[in-house]
């Protein structure tokens, strides 16, 4: 297994795609850091610990940034028909699923770190550290982002298993972020919608299964901060869908004919 | 039970896809140093079956040794064989160079210099920063080959591995497999639409047609049923037997069945051969030349009609 995580990082150092993403998500931030730092210099000052507490906001493009490192470590190998090279040197199907993952998931959690560096580091620069009233404090920023992280990892990974399974599914990148993206940004919300027009126990169930989506979840995070309890369902939530996602992954990948 | 000397082998082997048998119960023997050529038409499953000893597909019935290893123990004895099956296929954005560094690194193959010594060997180190997606076929195949080559396999499968190379590109490809197979004792399977390519480096061969291996035989054996001869067809095939000896003072014939004799002598005058049956009192009912090469063995296999 560290010979094929080795190999993936090789190949992902070796990607342009790698780095053009994360550039493009660090010029957003950018932008995003210098609109506060723009909008300070005409009218209210949006202090530092206002800008970093905005994160909370964007848990969803975790999820999405799931999708794109996961597309960037399985490299259209369908398209390519690279798999059968691994395959048929005599790797498991379950360590080639597995090197996958967790390439995805350490390419995720690279992004990540680089992500909230880069931003928190910017605010810090551009920014005041002391703001008008009604703004969070720094320190009260960072403890309300560090809890959502902390929230969100578990479920960022869950997310990105659910990446990988959608992968080994179908074959095709647009049909398998589309499947994705069903899962993780419709499904929860169609199941929510159905119990809450459904009546009885039947609709009550589909709403507390709508509540244990990550999506949901991390949504949810932001306004329960400091709760442990919490914090501990998101950790058995990404667990579940960790090992929910990677049994049904590997399950087809173990059937699926390599072309 | 298989002999001891047999690197792959398959009994009864099967693949169904919906209605259709794409293996028919293949039975068959790659044994250590057999150059082993597989003709076939298109169809015929020799690609099915190398994707099945590869672990690309599952059989439906049947069963397959690897190195006199069988079920799931047979993965593991992939990692002695190098594989080339139908279009190389690699990263398209990395070199050569990378491609086959990636694959050095995930099959722990000790030593970066391996990359280098087989880009090398298939002559591809000259392509420094070119990528994947710009190569030609040629280049694709050489890459193909230099990956099937980079563990040093003790058993390369090769399908169709000489398609979009030059002429010079085939003689150097076949000059490699020579090498490996006699310095190295590499046992290697290929097949090839090029059977006159095929015939000039296979030591054994295997017939395949919808879906079932028709006849495994060795490259002496092929080229003695090839042999040009003439086919006398006689009313008494014994008394024609002695007639050659005793009037043509040869003994290069052959007597089948059904009073035919097989004479391999006065190829350039048959006069002869008919004339000392005649004086002889034999009835000389038929007579052709007759001789093949692959090809046409192989055609008439199958019962004619379409080309490999």
Same mark, same amino acid.
């Given at each position: ?43 209210? $000052?949006?202090? @530092?610990?206002? =800008?970093?507490?905005? +994160?909370?906001?964007? !848990?969803?493009?975790?999820? &999405?940034? #799931? ?77 309300? $982002?560090?809890? @959502?992280?902390? =929230?969100?990892?578990? +479920?960022?990974?869950? !997310?990105?298993?659910?990446? &990988?399974? #959608? ?93 | ?308």
């Amino acid at each position: 297994m560290l010979n094929y995580i080795r190999a993936e990082i090789y190949k992902l150092l070796h990607r342009p795609y790698t780095y053009i993403t994360l550039g493009i998500m660090l010029v957003l931030e950018g932008l995003y850091a210098s609109m506060f730092a723009f909008h300070n210099s005409h009218s209210l $000052v949006t202090p @530092f610990g206002g =800008a970093v507490a905005t +994160l909370v906001e964007m !848990g969803s493009i975790g999820f &999405c940034i #799931c999708l794109i490192t996961g597309d960037i470590v399985f490299a259209a190998q369908y398209k390519n028909s690279t798999l059968k090279n691994e395959v048929s040197f005599g790797l498991s199907r379950t360590q080639i699923y597995l090197g996958k993952l967790l390439a995805q998931t350490l390419l995720s959690l690279a992004y990540l770190v680089v992500m909230m560096a880069f931003f928190i580091g910017l605010c810090a620069v551009c920014l005041p550290m002391n703001g008008p009233a009604g703004f969070y404090s720094s320190q009260d920023a960072l403890i309300i $982002v560090g809890y @959502f992280l902390a =929230a969100g990892i578990p +479920l960022w990974i869950g !997310g990105q298993a659910a990446v &990988c399974m #959608c992968q080994f599914l179908v074959n095709g990148e647009m049909a398998s972020s589309f499947l994705y993206v069903g899962v993780v940004f419709v499904l929860d919300t169609t199941l929510e919608v159905a119990g809450l027009l459904s009546q009885g126990w039947f609709g009550n169930v589909l709403v507390k299964i709508s509540g244990y989506f990550p999506n949901t979840m991390l949504n949810n995070a932001k306004s329960v901060v400091g709760d442990l309890v919490y914090l501990g369902q998101a950790w058995l939530v990404g667990a579940f869908w960790l090992a929910a996602c990677t049994a049904v992954g590997l399950y087809a990948f173990h059937k699926k004919e390599i072309k | 039970m298989i002999e001891n000397t047999a690197v792959m082998a398959a009994y009864g082997l099967q693949k169904v896809y919906g209605t259709c048998k794409a293996l028919d119960g293949v039975n068959m023997q790659v044994r250590r140093g057999d150059i082993y050529g597989m003709v076939g038409r298109n169809g015929a499953g020799k690609t099915t079956l190398m994707r099945m000893v590869t672990g690309q597909s599952e059989p439906t019935g049947g069963e397959m040794e690897l190195f006199g290893a069988s079920g799931k123990e047979m993965r593991l004895q992939r990692s002695r064989t190098g594989v080339m099956i139908e279009i190389p296929s690699f990263s398209p954005f990395l070199t050569a160079q990378e491609n086959l560094e990636y694959y050095r690194l995930q099959r722990g193959i000790p030593g970066k210099h391996v990359v280098d010594e087989v880009l090398e060997q298939v002559d591809l180190k000259d392509t420094e920063k070119k990528k994947f997606k710009s190569f030609s076929l040629g280049m694709k195949q050489r890459l193909g080959l230099a990956l099937a080559l980079m563990n040093h396999p003790d058993f390369l499968i090769l399908d169709e591995p000489i398609n979009g190379l030059d002429p010079e590109g085939v003689a150097e490809f076949r000059q490699i497999l020579r090498t490996l197979n006699r310095e190295r004792q590499t046992t290697i399977l290929i097949s090839s639409h090029i059977l006159s390519e095929l015939s000039n480096v296979a030591t054994r061969y295997g017939f395949m047609d919808k879906g079932r291996i028709l006849e495994e035989i060795s490259a002496e054996a092929l080229h003695d049923k090839c042999r040009t001869c003439l086919r006398l067809e006689v009313d008494d095939a014994a008394r024609a037997a002695a007639t050659l000896q005793s009037q043509l003072g040869t003994d290069k014939f052959e007597v089948l069945p059904g009073n035919v004799v097989q004479l391999y002598d006065c190829l350039d005058d048959p006069k002869r051969a008919s004339y000392a049956l005649a004086q002889n009192g034999v009835a000389l009912l038929a007579m052709e030349q007759k001789g093949a090469d692959l090809e046409a063995y192989f055609l008439e296999l199958i019962g004619g009609g379409r080309h490999a």
